[in-house]
């Protein structure tokens, strides 16, 4: 881990993407007989993505999984389908796209990722993120580790840490009635 205080990096960061399994789940995966793969996520988790979307943070999700319930899933807190990629096998350009698309310099957007094809990305963003059960390869090379494991409120550390920085840690109940 570098040895440097990561919250001075709170402030630049407009946007986030995140891996997918091991981040918003504990990396668990019910393979039914159906051929379908389920995943649980988190409540809390879920709220801290719907404040980021309310209040204007573009948010990706880059996994290598595909499922349809993974859309449905972040679509349904605000996140846009065209920011949802799935089968990514190089995260890089994928990364790269969305921070094109939003007009994002790459230090300007937080990665969350807890496994070995996380790396190359979180060597990129500008501010890199790792759950406290992610494989010792990704604490390395992450600015910041989480008390908080996969799955269990780790993307609302990350996300609240960013948006209390901002002073947006708030909820606007008018827009939050609104939405969805
Ligand atoms: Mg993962």
């Keep these: 881990m570098p040895n440097y205080n990561y919250k ?15 981040v918003f789940t504990d990396g668990s995966i ?6 379908d793969l389920l995943r ?24 290598g999984g595909v499922s349809q319930s993974i859309v449905h899933r972040f679509k349904g807190l605000g996140v846009k389908e065209e ?9 890089v350009p994928d990364f790269m796209d969305f921070c094109t698309r939003y007009g994002l310099q790459p230090e300007e957007v937080a990665f969350a990722g807890d496994d070995i094809p996380d790396i190359p990305v979180l060597k990129v963003a500008g501010l890199s993120a790792a759950p406290a059960d992610a494989v010792p ?14 799955g269990r409120a ?19 109940t008018e827009v939050f009635a609104k939405t969805f």
């Design 83 to 91: 920011d949802i990629y799935q089968k990514s096998r190089d995260k």
């Design 137 to 150: 390869e990704v604490k390395d090379v992450c600015d910041y580790v989480s008390l908080r494991p996969g």
């Design 154 to 172: 780790f993307a609302r550390d990350l996300i609240e840490q960013v948006l209390k920085v901002h002073e947006d840690w708030y909820l606007d």
């Design 30 to 35: 019910l393979s039914t007989a159906d051929g």
């Design 40 to 63: 649980t996520f988190d409540s809390k988790d879920g709220f801290a993505v719907r404040m980021c979307t309310m209040k204007g943070y573009p948010v990706a999700i880059i996994t």
């Design 8 to 22: 001075v990096n709170l402030h630049r960061i407009r946007a986030f993407a995140f891996d997918v399994d091991g």
